[in-house]
């Protein structure tokens, strides 16, 4: 057997301090911890490292939200208001701060395959991202980790042309609302249909907008699919899509609650298909942006099933093709 990939896990203990009120709220701490005792039973120990960010400064996460709505979420952290936005939306007093040093991860990540883009790069963070929109907290999500990693990708490092793979059950509405007007940041995204899901976006036919049109591919799947349907998805559609497009670096949103024990879809996805998905990614990386490439975690609640599959996502990620 090769030896794997380093493996490097970015994330932070006061991801913990994140309060969603306790007790009956999916996105609780205890998903963090499940995937931190994971962490100590991947292979080839001695080649795993752990880092933490430092908080994004408020001029990147300016690229993505507006100041209004940075001002209102802290005020409304701070105020101990207990939600923002929608009940969904818990949050604490410390909320605001752990939310920069969330989307601080994706930087640090991105700094890091800059320097060493052999090295496998896997962000842990909570509060998730996905469904922030410019000025809306929406899905137990404040700040979008992913689009601001875009941008500062762009703007720092001048890799114009990037791609966003999101396995998430749910649509990714606030990374396609970022980028579908952008030519140069293509949003992929395959999800639970949303007749049936939250947040109720990403058919088929959202292809993007104006010059970005031909930009956003949304691959919506029935209830009940499963590993067959994604792996063709993924074959016929993504990797075709991406060597057209030929990213110079790629973003994942690796959410796992499409696990067919986790009550937050009504997908059924096995705990393999998620080696499937880094094998793959890994190999795009490869392929098209020699090896930039870094993974953010989104949802995924279902505890055990949640660590099974970051695992097994992992070790498809380190292996080399
Ligand atoms: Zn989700």
Redesign the pocket.
């Known amino acids: 057997m090769p030896l794997s990939k380093t493996f490097v896990y970015i994330s932070h203990p006061r991801y913990l301090e994140h309060d969603t009120g306790g007790g009956e709220h999916p996105e609780s701490p205890e998903r963090l911890e499940e995937i931190n005792r994971r962490l100590q039973t991947l292979a080839d120990p001695g080649r795993i490292v752990t880092q933490k960010p430092a908080p994004a400064a408020r001029s990147w996460i300016m690229r993505i939200h507006s100041e209004d709505y940075l001002l209102r979420f802290e005020e409304t952290a701070l105020a101990g208001l207990g939600y923002f936005g929608h009940p969904d939306n818990q949050l604490g007093y410390d909320t605001y701060e752990i939310a920069l040093l969330a989307a601080g991860a994706g930087l640090s990540g991105i700094d890091l395959a800059e320097q060493e883009p052999a090295a496998a790069i896997f962000c842990g963070v909570r509060p998730p991202g996905h469904h922030a929109e410019k000025a809306m907290a929406l899905?137990f999500c404040f700040l979008n980790n992913i689009a601001i990693a875009a941008r500062y990708w762009q703007e720092k490092y001048g890799r114009r042309r990037l791609a966003i793979i999101d396995f998430?059950?749910?649509h990714g509405n606030g990374i396609q609302a970022a980028f579908e007007e952008s030519p140069e940041v293509f949003y992929l995204s395959i999800h639970e249909h949303p007749t049936f899901s939250f947040p109720g976006t990403g058919y088929a036919e959202e292809h993007g907008v104006g010059s970005g049109l031909g930009t956003t591919m949304n691959i919506p799947l029935l209830p009940g699919a499963g590993d067959r349907e994604v792996a063709r998805a993924f074959t016929r559609r993504v990797e075709p899509a991406l060597a057209d497009f030929r990213p110079e670096a790629l973003i994942i949103g690796a959410?796992f609650?499409g696990h067919r024990l986790d009550d937050?879809?009504g997908l059924a996805y096995s705990s393999a298909l998620y080696r499937f998905l880094g094998q793959r990614i890994a190999a795009l990386a490869e392929r098209h942006c020699e090896g930039r490439l870094i993974t953010i975690l989104?949802?995924g609640y279902h505890l055990p099933s949640l660590g099974e599959s970051f695992s097994e996502y992992c070790s498809g990620l380190r292996q080399s093709s």
Do not use: K, L
């Open positions: 899905g998430d059950a749910h959410g609650d937050m879809s989104e949802g």
